[in-house]
């Protein structure tokens, strides 16, 4: 899942620095934490109620408002 009502993931551009994770109240975006495959993951899209603190929270431009 990449997106919600609000936001949209772009994996391609995460860094998987997981600041949107801490951000998030949530417990909407979760990780994918392979060893060679890192970058976050929407876990739970009906919790997000659209605060975008996790869009301010990216650096790499990886999440978005829709
Ligand atoms: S917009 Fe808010 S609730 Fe939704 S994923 Fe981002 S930090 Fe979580
Ligand atoms: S804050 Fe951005 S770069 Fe960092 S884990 Fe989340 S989506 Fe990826």
């Known amino acids: 899942m990449k997106?919600?009502?609000y936001?949209?993931?772009?994996?391609q551009k995460c860094k998987?620095?997981?600041k949107c994770?801490?951000?998030c109240s949530n417990n909407?975006?979760?990780k994918i934490n392979l060893l060679w495959h890192k970058h976050a993951r929407i876990?739970?899209?009906d919790?997000?109620?659209g605060c975008?603190?996790?869009v301010k929270a990216c650096d790499s431009g990886a999440l978005t408002k829709i």
């Open 47 to 49: 919790q997000c109620t």
């Open 7 to 11: 936001i949209q993931l772009d994996t």
């Open 3 to 5: 997106r919600t009502l």
């Open 28 to 30: 909407v975006i979760s």
């Open 43 to 45: 876990k739970n899209d």
């Open 21 to 23: 994770i801490e951000s």
């Open 16 to 18: 998987a620095c997981w």
């Open 52 to 54: 975008l603190k996790c």
